[in-house]
């Protein structure tokens, strides 16, 4: 997503992750929106950080309490000793760590007491026997400080409330707002003015016709801005009413207003699981990016990126692009067996400095020789005419260059996350393998450059090594996106 004013820096946010501790601020005398240059630079050190979630780790002997791994981001990068491990136990954090409680389902990230210093929003959709629960804890120059729960405002109409997050400043106030999904047919605002001690200004929300149930309600939000105001726009995935009666699967655009976010229009194209908004065409405006692609009982339909471009109106009368296994100068062959799942994640990011975002797809279910559910990324290049199979490029564990091999369900590009953890002005991929070692799960970073993504530098870390505990910790699930 591209920033354009200190304000947007401070409220529009792309999922993200938060640390507990990490070297001081180096600067004196910051901005009153943000103190580090990145929404994502927690301790305000000048760089990205990166989190991780492991919503299947142990935790204090309790089984799929779930945790966050916080790496630092640093002029070498990230590296497994630079990280802090957080869970319900933590003394940061409200709560005791339950079985089942699987904090970390989603995360979100964002300036939300206005301190300068970005805050974590952490998900846990098994808490209480599934009813969910929220927790922010928030950031300042020492790392995270405390924190505190927001309450479910209408338990009784959903569960799993936390299972879809995103902050940015919706209601046009110069304040950043949480928004939390859940099983429910309401997407709930909670407006920016957060304090410590009291939470939240105030509430709305977010009505769509959305079906609901434990397998529906907002599958993920994602927040951007696509029409170029300065304010954050919403985008709700889910399941909803469309205007002949039917239930149709897509992506609900709201526009950030003063009273709460307009609806703006459906993206409906079936089986869309997830967006994430970035400009890949370098025209000013965020381009809101989907996936069509269904994965049920560990099988996986075949999969597409669709691009819908941003406009000064909101959206682009232009038809969106669709790209494919299929399509021209792509990798792989989406029909093949074994190779679909394209687009099960996605993450935007400019990886070569050009002033065009890119687009890593992570395709978890895609085979590789011989080795079923590998997993592998696919990293499309933005440009003037958006995005195409140009220089698109296809990564496994099997490049030369990238620690490890190609196993059987491995699941490979489980999450994947563009974002500069070295400093360089360039984005580095990291990739999440939710299956590796049997399910303790494992990920990976490789470097931007100029001339793209390079496997010189690129590190590798397994749970054990951040400090990760569970045969099922499943680490790598989510970057937050």
Same mark, same amino acid.
Not at 18 to 36: D, H, K, M, Q, R
Not at 50 to 58: D, K, Q, R
Not at 93 to 118: I, K, Q
């Given at each position: ?8 820096? /401070? ?23 943000v103190?580090g240059?990145?929404? %994502? %630079?927690f301790?305000?050190?000048?760089? =990205?950080? +990166?989190?991780?979630?492991?919503p ?5 002997g309790?089984?799929?309490?779930g ?6 981001g640093?002029?070498s990068?990230?590296?497994? !000793?630079? #990280?802090?491990? +957080?869970?319900?136990? !933590? ?9 089942g ?12 007491? #206005? ?5 974590l929003?952490?998900?846990?959709v ?25 309450a ?10 936390g ?9 046009a ?9 859940s099983?429910?047919?309401d997407?709930?605002?909670?407006r920016? &003015? ?7 200004? @105030?509430r ?9 149930g %434990? !397998?529906?309600g @907002? #599958? @993920?939000?994602?927040?951007?801005d ?9 985008v ?17 655009v709201?526009?950030g ?17 997830? /967006?994430? $908004?970035?400009?890949v ?10 996936? %069509?692609?269904?994965? =049920? ?8 990126v669709?691009v819908y471009p941003?406009? /000064?109106h909101?959206?682009s009368?232009a038809?969106?692009?669709?790209? @494919?296994q299929?399509?021209p100068?792509?990798?792989?062959a ?15 990011g400019?990886?070569d &400095? ?9 395709t978890?279910?895609e085979?590789?020789?011989?080795a ?7 990293l $499309? ?6 995005l ?32 500069d953890?070295?400093?360089?002005q360039?984005?580095?991929?990291a ?6 070692? &049997? ?14 993504? #390079?496997?010189?530098?690129?590190v ?5 090594s951040?400090?990760?505990s569970?045969?099922?910790?499943q ?7």
């Amino acid at each position: 997503m591209r920033v354009r004013t200190a304000a947007a820096l /401070a409220a529009l946010v792309t999922a993200g992750l938060v640390p507990l501790a990490g070297p001081a601020s180096a600067s004196a005398t910051p901005p009153p929106a943000v103190i580090g240059p990145y929404p %994502d %630079d927690f301790n305000g050190d000048g760089y =990205h950080d +990166l989190v991780t979630a492991a919503p299947g780790a142990t935790a204090g002997g309790k089984a799929d309490a779930g945790a966050v791994v916080v790496s630092y981001g640093s002029r070498s990068g990230i590296k497994a !000793s630079n #990280r802090t491990v +957080l869970t319900q136990d !933590s003394a940061a954090v409200p709560g005791t760590a339950e079985r089942g409680d699987e904090f970390g389902s989603a995360l979100a990230f964002g300036d939300l007491n #206005r301190d300068g210093y970005s805050d974590l929003v952490v998900g846990s959709v098994g808490e209480d026997g599934g009813a969910g629960s929220v927790t922010i804890v928030w950031g300042s120059r020492k790392g995270l400080t405390g924190g505190r729960l927001v309450a479910d405002p209408d338990a009784s109409s959903h569960h799993r409330f936390g299972m879809a997050l995103a902050v940015g400043d919706f209601t046009a106030d110069g304040r950043a707002d949480l928004a939390v999904g859940s099983t429910g047919a309401d997407v709930q605002i909670f407006r920016g &003015g957060f304090t410590k001690t009291h939470g939240a200004a @105030s509430r709305t929300w977010v009505v769509p016709a959305m079906e609901t149930g %434990d !397998s529906h309600g @907002s #599958r @993920s939000l994602a927040s951007g801005d696509v029409n170029a105001d300065g304010v954050a726009d919403l985008v709700v995935s889910g399941t909803f009413r469309s205007g002949d009666g039917s239930w149709v699967d897509g992506n609900l655009v709201y526009l950030g207003a003063a009273s709460r976010p307009k609806s703006l229009r459906t993206l409906a194209d079936g089986g869309q699981q997830r /967006a994430v $908004l970035g400009d890949v065409n370098g025209d000013g405006y965020d381009d809101v990016i989907t996936s %069509d692609v269904v994965v =049920h009982d560990g099988k996986a339909g075949p999969g597409r990126v669709v691009v819908y471009p941003g406009g /000064a109106h909101g959206m682009s009368p232009a038809p969106p692009e669709v790209l @494919s296994q299929d399509s021209p100068r792509v990798p792989g062959a989406g029909r093949a067996p074994g190779t679909d799942s394209f687009g099960a994640a996605l993450s935007v990011g400019d990886v070569d &400095g050009d002033g065009y975002e890119d687009v890593a797809v992570g395709t978890p279910y895609e085979g590789v020789g011989s080795a079923p559910r590998t997993g592998t990324v696919t990293l $499309l290049l933005g440009s003037v005419s958006g995005l195409t199979g140009r220089g698109a490029t296809r990564w496994t564990q099997n490049t030369p260059g990238v620690p490890d091999l190609d196993e059987a369900d491995d699941l490979w590009g489980s999450a994947v996350r563009l974002a500069d953890l070295d400093g360089d002005q360039r984005a580095d991929l990291a990739v999440g393998a939710r299956r590796e070692n &049997g399910g303790e799960g494992a990920v990976w970073t490789l470097p931007g450059s100029a001339a793209g993504l #390079r496997t010189a530098g690129s590190v590798s870390f397994h749970a054990a090594s951040l400090g990760v505990s569970g045969t099922s910790a499943q680490l790598g699930s989510l970057f937050g996106q």
